[in-house]
């Protein structure tokens, strides 16, 4: 169970950095964000379709065990938003640490 819910732009942007360094296709990309969030496949399949209709990531098909595996890969202007989402979360974490910190862990 997730106490804080996931936003549509933190999923975009948790999709965007896993993509990032390799290629993968959906059900990887599901497994990899799976083992450290709680996040069912059938929310990430409609982020997928968004990044790729926004021109974030694009597609391609390779064969595999007689079928066709569809694989998503992060473009230029996919790269740009996750560098807008890295940037926005570090000033995000930073404000609501201010409040969410024990008292002696807050930074000024």
Do not use: C
Request: glycine content about 6%; proline content about 4%; aromatic content about 12%.
């Amino acid at each position: 169970m997730n106490t804080f819910p996931i936003s549509a732009g933190l999923l975009d942007a948790l999709v965007l950095a896993v993509t990032e360094n390799e290629d993968s296709y959906g059900y990887q990309i599901t497994k990899d964000i799976q083992q450290r969030i709680n996040v069912s496949e059938s929310t990430l399949y409609p982020v997928l379709r968004r990044l790729q209709k926004n021109g974030h990531l694009e597609t391609y098909d390779m064969p595999y065990m007689g079928r066709n595996r569809r694989y998503y890969k992060i473009t230029p202007a996919g790269r740009e938003q996750l560098r807008l989402y890295r940037q926005e979360w570090k000033h995000y974490t930073t404000q609501v640490g201010a409040f969410l910190n024990e008292k002696g862990d807050v930074e000024k």
